[in-house]
């Protein structure tokens, strides 16, 4: 997906010392309908990133950035606080390519970041517990 960042990153360590970092990312769709109204409609999708990939991400993504995500959708479930089971599908990025304004070409030229992270044979008993990490409503 190619679009800005929603919230400032947030990084937390594992126990293993293993960064992990979390933010939101905005893609929106435009149409005309048939009066020849256009119609945006934005979707929110949550994006987590490990180890050094998270790293870089927590040094340079800030708010309302425009960035280039790709990776893997991976759903799961948990039991909140309250006893709820909840639901989640989340980006799991293996790739982040930083698509800056030229106000920061001097500052960052376009940045790439490759995470090494098998997303083929990701483990969901890795992720932390939803209550610990992401915190999203």
Same mark, same amino acid.
Request: hydrophobic share 10%; glycine share 6%.
């Given at each position: 997906?190619?679009?800005? /960042?929603?919230?400032? =990153?947030? =990084?937390?360590?594992?126990? /293993?010392g293993v960064p992990v970092t979390t933010f939101s990312l905005a893609t929106s769709e435009t149409h005309r309908r048939k009066d020849g109204q256009r119609i945006t409609s934005t979707e929110w999708h949550n994006v987590v990133l490990w180890r050094g990939l998270a790293e870089l991400a927590e040094k340079y993504v800030k708010k309302g950035d425009p960035l280039y995500i790709e990776g893997k959708l991976h759903s799961r479930t948990w039991t909140d606080r309250d006893g709820n089971l909840?639901? =989640?599908t989340e980006i799991v990025a293996s790739n982040l390519i930083m698509l800056s304004p030229k106000a920061k070409q001097q500052e960052l030229d376009e940045v790439i970041f490759h995470d090494d992270v098998d997303i083929d044979s990701f483990d969901e008993s890795n992720f932390p517990d939803e209550n610990d990490l992401l915190g999203y409503e």
């Open positions: 997906c190619i679009r800005d /960042s929603g919230r400032e =990153t947030k =990084t937390k360590y594992l126990e /293993s909840r639901r =989640t």
